[in-house]
């Protein structure tokens, strides 16, 4: 299938930046190499919130990390996505857990991992770590395994 045909609406027009958490933005194409087990990773190192309690921006690196199955994020999509987190009053670990079960809703997939690296404010650093393998599967093994193995 050719990417012309996968109704990409957002891909080579003018970016429209939204003022509020927007999971609709997302969009996404078909995975060509269905067949094959391999990683797509996303750095956004301008990630921004808003604290829920103070409303004092809060800034991080976000890391996506996912291996497909049939779906696959759009990358400016996801970056429009990801910037209307900006006025969204939300703790870190919420943004994290919010982003993975989005993204796990759109692509259905085989494995994901999101990782949240925020700034320090008041001296302490926050650094959440969420991720999902697809139950049944290997992939949830290697959710579990991850987890268990996780080091920031």
Not at 100 to 107: N, S, T
Request: a negative charge.
């Amino acid at each position: 299938m050719s990417r012309e045909k996968e109704n990409l609406v957002l891909l080579g027009n003018k970016s429209e930046y939204r003022s509020d958490y927007d999971p609709s933005v997302l969009e996404t194409f078909e995975n060509l190499h269905q067949e094959n087990d391999y990683w797509v990773r996303f750095n956004c190192p301008e990630f921004t919130s808003l604290c829920p309690i103070t409303g004092q921006p809060d800034f991080a690196e976000i890391v996506i990390e996912y291996i497909p199955d049939v779906r696959m994020v759009e990358s400016k999509s996801l970056k429009l996505y990801l910037f209307s987190f900006r006025n969204h009053g939300d703790f870190h670990e919420d943004c994290v857990n919010i982003i993975m079960k989005d993204l796990i809703r759109l692509m259905d997939p085989r494995y994901i991992e999101v990782t949240g690296l925020f700034v320090p404010r008041g001296g302490i650093s926050i650094h959440p770590y969420a991720n999902y393998g697809r139950p049944g599967t290997k992939y949830e093994k290697l959710a579990e395994l991850r987890l268990s193995h996780h080091d920031l």
